[in-house]
């Protein structure tokens, strides 16, 4: 994929980090500088909208007890049905995988078209889902884990214990900062984040001399 995102004349960035990092509020840094953000979490819903092809796969497979009354996908019931079995899993993201990869595929063309020399691919899990070569470079949003827990039980309303269970069944941060190119720390303020941001975007086109 290297290969076809560089004959398209635009460069793809990998943002990602664990739980209650604040990869949003990064994105809509970047968003604000002009750069096409897609967000892989919105491509997965829009996968299985009503009528698209994966959603019938994914009826056939689980049965329509998996949809609402109004035809949309639960996904909360979803999830219930494939955490203890691995082959379900396994047989889900064979079904989600190749439909992302193709509306994510479409969605670079259009930047690209556009004029568009980067774009911002955010996925909470690009590393350990083992797309990285989606993208041209990683970049990964960390906190300090103190800041980490806090945010994520004010974020969700849920105690420390539970916060903590989150957080341990996902990569770890410093894991997840090893494969980045660039480590984005996001454990101040939102002007303290928004001043390193600044530095990073300074650094990303001026080393381009944009």
């Not at 960035?13 to 990092?21: K, P, S």
């Not at 774009?119 to 884990?145: C, H, K, N, Q, S």
Request: charged share 30%; hydrophobic share 40%; no cysteine.
């Amino acid at each position: 994929m290297g290969q076809q995102k560089k004959s398209r004349g635009i460069r793809v960035i990998g943002l990602t980090g664990g739980v209650a990092t604040g990869k949003s509020s990064v994105a809509r840094f970047f968003a604000g500088k002009g750069i096409p953000v897609i967000d892989a979490d919105q491509l997965a819903r829009d996968a299985v909208l009503p009528g698209t092809p994966a959603l019938e796969q994914i009826v056939a497979l689980f049965g329509r007890d998996v949809l609402t009354r109004g035809g949309v996908l639960d996904r909360k019931h979803l999830g219930t049905l494939i955490f203890s079995n691995p082959e379900k899993r396994r047989q889900l993201e064979d079904i989600l995988h190749p439909e992302i990869r193709k509306l994510a595929e479409e969605q670079i063309a259009h930047a690209a078209e556009a004029g568009h020399r980067r774009l911002i691919y955010m996925a909470p899990l690009l590393i350990e889902a083992g797309v990285t070569d989606r993208v041209d470079d990683i970049w990964v949003v960390t906190v300090r884990p103190e800041i980490q827990l806090m945010r994520l039980m004010q974020r969700d309303s849920i105690n420390r214990e539970q916060a903590q269970r989150i957080i341990d069944s996902q990569m770890p941060l410093t894991e997840k900062e090893s494969h980045g190119s660039v480590v984005i720390d996001n454990s101040g303020t939102e002007a303290e984040t928004r001043m390193v941001l600044e530095t990073i975007w300074t650094e990303e086109t001026g080393n381009r001399n944009e």
